[in-house]
């Protein structure tokens, strides 16, 4: 069984020869199920239109509206990406009109809740702030407790499940 670390290329040493250790004793996986034990039921295009709604709602009434959002299953093969944000514009007559849509990988559909909530949470703060930066990271942690933490488990999450394939 071979592990691809690319995906946490650029964190400190230190972290990465912890998680080389988890690797060595096969704990990888334990670690992501001690942490991550939420399951969830949201396997169509119709849940997770109406949960990613949900949280728009909560946290980003101002933000412009949602047209589409969907599972995609080609979305990670072709953009190398777990989630897209996208603005689709179309000249209708004489006006132009755009639409906001979000497509999440569809491995998200087996993947821990919290999981499928950071990659909702980051697709949704680009709707206000289009950049990675301190605000886009300050937005997404104020939608979900511990954001940094939930992407770095979600990056060990993603080597441990490859490592299967």
């Given at each position: 069984?071979?592990?691809?670390?690319?995906?946490?290329?650029?964190?400190?040493?230190?972290?990465?020869?912890?998680?080389?250790?988890?690797?060595?004793?096969?704990k990888l996986g334990d670690y992501i199920d001690s942490r991550y034990t939420e399951k969830h039921e949201i396997k169509n295009?119709?849940?997770?239109?109406?949960?990613?709604?949900?949280?728009?709602?909560?946290?980003?009434?101002?933000?412009?509206?949602?047209?589409k959002v969907k599972f995609d299953d080609h979305l990670d093969r072709l953009y190398s990406a777990l989630g897209l944000n996208t603005q689709v514009c179309r000249v209708q007559g004489?006006?132009?009109?755009?639409?906001?849509?979000?497509?999440v990988s569809s491995i998200l559909k087996d993947a821990p809740l919290e999981f499928l909530n950071m990659?909702?949470?980051?697709?949704?703060?680009?709707?206000?702030?289009?950049?990675?930066?301190?605000?886009?990271?300050?937005?997404?942690?104020?939608?979900?407790?511990?954001y940094m933490q939930k992407e770095f488990d979600f990056r060990l999450y993603l080597i441990h499940k490859n490592s299967f394939l």
């Open positions: 069984m071979s592990y691809d670390l690319s995906l946490i290329q650029g964190y400190p040493q230190d972290v990465i020869d912890t998680v080389e250790i988890l690797i060595k004793n096969n295009n119709t849940h997770l239109y109406d949960y990613v709604q949900t949280i728009k709602k909560k946290y980003l009434k101002n933000s412009p509206p949602l047209h004489k006006k132009l009109k755009s639409s906001n849509e979000i497509r990659i909702v949470v980051h697709e949704l703060a680009h709707l206000k702030i289009k950049e990675h930066n301190k605000e886009f990271y300050s937005l997404c942690d104020h939608m979900t407790h511990d």
